[in-house]
């Protein structure tokens, strides 16, 4: 199954900036759909940003064009980057992506997921 490994949380203050980064153990360039979600404690998962294989973005409304989702294919990677963080935006964030190998059968996988705490 397709391995992700995510990197760059942190601690920031109010205002501040943070990238994240997911590393994929395959060819990124091949799976539909990549994206980043977000829990916070007590809450439910929610999505933040998804890209497509294609390069199709689309945002929760909650980013509000603070957060920008790209990929790199040759480094099979996908960043997040966030700006103007809040103290709401501190969550464990998880990358995910969803395809198919090439046998046709499908995954959904998900990263171990990356500490951001933003501090007022």
């Known amino acids: 199954q397709v391995q992700l490994v995510e990197s760059g949380g942190g601690l920031v203050q109010a205002g501040g900036s943070l990238r994240l980064s997911c590393a994929a153990s395959?060819?990124?360039?091949?799976?539909?759909?990549m994206g980043w979600y977000r829990q916070a404690p007590g809450k439910q998962r929610e999505l933040v940003a998804t890209?497509?294989?294609?390069?199709?973005?689309n945002y929760a409304n909650a980013m509000n064009g603070r957060f920008t989702i790209s990929k790199h294919n040759a480094e099979n990677t996908v960043y997040l980057q966030m700006n103007s963080l809040k103290p709401d935006d501190t969550a464990v964030y998880y990358c995910?992506?969803?395809?198919?190998?090439?046998?046709?059968?499908?995954?959904?996988?998900w990263g171990q997921g990356t500490q951001v705490t933003v501090s007022s």
């Open positions: 890209i497509t294989n294609g390069g199709v973005t």
């Open positions: 995910n992506a969803v395809g198919s190998y090439d046998s046709g059968q499908q995954f959904n996988s």
């Open positions: 395959m060819s990124i360039s091949t799976i539909n759909l």
